[in-house]
């Protein structure tokens, strides 16, 4: 009997160390953040309270975008931006653009829009740009700017995407961008009725074999809370991870 219970121990025993994240069947995800303050812990909720993924988390180093040397970058199925880093270096776009190769997802959310305002592949990448004015300049003009506390309006635009299907118009409490520019190869999300804000406020788009969402909302608390953002982010995250 011995032998027995010892060799049935050994198997019970591998059985639990082969139970990683893989055996959970929850999505692997990168959450970069880094350049831009937040709150964090209301913010990070977001992402633990998602039964579905299984979450890892970096910053950016300063002033480069050292969270794309990890040595295991190519081993999730989604990366999520939540950063606004000025600078990336040669090495850095290689491993970036790596993730495209692979059919890894990326989820881009926010203020991650005005990263990398000199390396034009980013933008078309993420199938935006928002064209940040020189230091010096107003932040904030007509033609370009932001506005914190604003109620918006969400109007959902397909309603078939596997993103948005189901979802009703929605209003939330967050944060406007205008002025930004939008690549003619995306596919619209989300608009608003808000006068002042730009449109579209969502959009996906192809990169190599990668799926790419970008999610304009998102800027503290009274966001991050709002129920229908976070379907939003859990959804987008399972459709670039083609789930």
């Known amino acids: 009997m011995k032998p027995t219970l010892i060799a049935l121990c050994a198997l019970f025993l591998g059985a639990l160390s082969a139970t990683g994240e893989e055996g959970t069947g929850r999505t692997r995800v990168l ?3 880094g350049g831009h303050g937040f709150e964090e812990e209301a913010f990070f909720k977001v992402f633990k309270d998602n039964s579905g993924i299984a979450l890892t988390t970096d910053a950016h180093g300063k002033p480069d975008a050292t969270a794309y040397e990890r040595g295991d970058l190519l081993t999730y199925e989604v990366v999520v931006l939540y950063d606004m880093a000025g600078q990336i270096t040669e090495p850095q776009k290689a491993k970036f653009l790596s993730l495209f190769d692979k059919g890894i997802g990326l989820v881009v959310l926010h203020h991650a829009l005005v990263s990398y305002l000199a390396w034009p592949d980013y933008a078309r990448i993420i199938g935006g740009h928002y064209p940040k004015p020189p ?3 107003p932040q904030v003009t007509e033609a370009v700017g ?4 604003v109620e918006i309006p969400v109007v959902i635009v397909p309603r078939d995407h596997p993103i948005t299907a189901g979802m009703k118009d929605f209003t939330i409490h967050d944060e406007i961008y205008w002025g930004f520019r939008v690549g003619k190869d995306v596919t ?4 608003t009725t808000h006068p002042k804000s730009g449109n579209p406020l969502a959009w996906t788009r192809m990169e190599g074999k990668s799926r790419v969402v970008y999610l304009q909302l998102g800027h503290d608390h009274q966001a991050y809370d709002n129920p229908n953002y976070r379907e939003l982010v859990a959804r987008s995250i399972q459709w670039a991870a083609r789930r």
């Not at 932001?146 to 506390?149: C, F, G, V």
């Not at 619209?188 to 608009?191: E, K, R, V």
């Open 31 to 33: 959450l970069i953040t």
């Open 135 to 137: 230091a010096g300049e």
């Open 146 to 149: 932001y506005q914190h506390n």
């Open 188 to 191: 619209p999300l989300l608009t």
